[in-house]
């Protein structure tokens, strides 16, 4: 009887670890899906701080989801109408150097848990400065037969109800941010959507819903080469917390979508940005 | 979300409306590898709960790294989509990238 008593318990315990985790990845599966993000900076302190994991074990399981994330929201063609996948993949070259670059400096013990922390709570508070300051600018224009460049396109608003036109500006600010994205995303378990949302909408001109999307499709692939790293790091820890993070992460992305053409551009911006301020400030004032 | 008054949605990627052949046989294998590991994931969880093993733990390593090769195949879905309309600068910048993901295997 105690030893069924003590398999109860133990079966508890790992379900309920188990269960939090999905819960988690569920939460940020959602944030991804709405925000462009791959809901990293929700993730890795629930892992690190509710899970009580190692840093690195978390940032890496935080990583393995945002894969997922991003290749969920990717395939779903009310997404993909929405990804500029040329303007994806021109910012993955700088962001893929800059994780292959970052992931070099981790593998030789350079960057220290507490500097990943830092690293992680200034871009929040960077980015949801940009996002507050922008709150009610709009970047898009009714269709025109206007030049919209190499990179520019048109899509339809569900906002305005309208096709509307878009042209990609200052296109080093949107290189410069998937830079620094790609080394935020290894150092601290981000997708780096945090750092190429904010400014690929409020610098470049890309409209939000657009912004996220292409977000969406870039982090993936800027996070691919720190899980390989990772992997071989023997980092991919308890694979069935792993599991359960991704399933809820699946999940999350799925009821994102489905909300994401129903919420407004002005509290999809605000929504970002409290989180960001509240996340930042809480990893550079009081970790 | 669409309705039936709205007009047809369109691609925010210039001039790529219609996907080649290749692009949706790749899009279909993205499609059906993020479905077939959420299954595997979810049989390995269950089976991890009932009666931990090696074999689930395997299980959970294959469904995590089936989700984990989704992004190359996103990159290498553009490169096609580029490929067939022969727009060569933007098969250069796509062949870097899948260069770099390629040098991370090494």
Known sequence: ?????RVTEYHSAVLSTILFAGTAGLGAGMLGALLGLGGGLFLVPVLNLGLGLPFAVART???ITIIGTSASVSVRSSSRRLINRRLAILLAVPSVFASLLATEVLKAGLVSDRAAKYVFGFTALFAAMIMLSRLDKRNIQPKSDADLGALGSHFHDHDTGEEVSYRVRRLPAAIASAF??????????LGGGLLVVPSVNSWCGVPMRVAAATSAFLIGVTAFTPVVTSYRLGLVQSPELAAAALLGVLGGSHLGLKLSGRLPVRALKLTMAVILGGLGAEYVFFQ | MSSSSEPAPVSATPELERDPRLSQLLGGVIR????VSAMILFAG???????????????????ILLVAIAPVLNVLQVLADEVARKEWPFVATTLVVVAMLGWALL
């Open chain 1, 1 to 5: 009887m105690r030893i069924l008593i």
């Open chain 1, 61 to 63: 399981l935080s990583l």
């Open chain 2, 32 to 35: 059906s590898s993020i479905r």
């Open chain 2, 45 to 63: 969880l269950v089976l991890f709960l009932v009666m931990p093993s090696d074999f689930s733990q395997r299980l959970l390593l294959g469904g």
């Open chain 1, 180 to 189: 620094g994205a790609g080394i935020v995303s290894t150092f601290a378990g």
